[in-house]
T-cell receptor, first 112, second 114 residues
Framework: DAGVTQSPTHLIKTRGQQVTLRCSPI?????VSWYQQVLGQGPQFIFQ???????GRGNFPDRFSARQFPNYSSELNVNALLLGDSALYLC???????????FGPGTRLTVL | GENVEQHPSTLSVQEGDSAVIKCTYS??????FPWYKQELGKRPQLIID?????GEKKDQRIAVTLNKTAKHFSLHITETQPEDSAVYFC?????????????FGTGTRLQVTL
């Protein structure tokens, strides 16, 4: 079974640009969550989607948005990038009926 | 919202010794408590989790205990090995059928020395 996959692996952008990150959950998992991990800190919750609907939103500005597709894959969009958006962006999927969330390898975003 | 505190921030033990990492949470509604291990440059890896209706869970050298009254939970690693060296994160969540937001602690860097 393939695990959670994310693309791209690394990304370098400049301030003010926009970025789209992609995630494919484990087969059969309908819930996808996005987290931001700044170096030296724990992951911070951004969004959760279940069955294509937003089920939770963390304390992030409206520049952050996401969506989930019919095949349960997901995209995270960040507009008007700031230097402080530089971080590892992690996607996690959860099997229905359990609490277990499994993380993808992440996308390392650097904003210059 | 939920707040999770984790101690210590760094922990150094000799190979073969035990390691204990402690977390406290603030929201009494939280009902699910996973632990993740993150090696440098890698993804967080789920190593063990516990639900609020269980007081203790073991998996080989790893165990987690939960005290709901005190809102504490702890990770115990016995017979530590060099490959246990990593950053460990605790987390708390109020799980429903559709919602599963995890609130993470600040992490513990465990170093196992020979």
């Amino acid at each position: 079974d393939a695990g959670v996959t994310q693309s791209p692996t690394h990304l370098i952008k400049t301030r003010g640009q926009q970025v789209t990150l992609r995630c494919s959950p484990i087969s059969g998992h309908k819930s996808v969550s996005w987290y931001q991990q700044v170096l030296g800190q724990g992951p911070q919750f951004i969004f959760q989607y279940y069955e294509k609907e937003e089920r939770g939103r963390g304390n992030f500005p409206d520049r952050f948005s996401a969506r989930q597709f019919p095949n349960y894959s997901s995209e995270l969009n960040v507009n008007a990038l700031l230097l402080g958006d530089s971080a590892l962006y992690l996607c996690a999927s959860r099997r229905e009926g359990t609490g277990s969330q499994y993380f993808g390898p992440g996308t390392r975003l650097t904003v210059l | 919202g939920e707040n999770v505190e984790q101690h210590p921030s760094t922990l150094s033990v000799q190979e073969g010794d035990s390691a204990v990492i402690k977390c406290t949470y603030s929201d009494s509604a939280s009902n699910y408590f996973p632990w993740y291990k993150q090696e440098l440059g890698k993804r967080p890896q789920l190593i063990i989790d516990i639900r609020s209706n269980v007081g203790e869970k073991k998996d080989q050298r790893i165990a987690v205990t939960l005290n709901k009254t005190a809102k504490h939970f702890s990770l115990h690693i016995t017979e530590t090995q060099p490959e246990d060296s990593a950053v460990y994160f605790c987390a708390a969540s109020f799980l429903t059928g559709t919602a599963s937001k995890l609130t993470f602690g600040t992490g513990t860097r465990l170093q196992v020395t020979l």
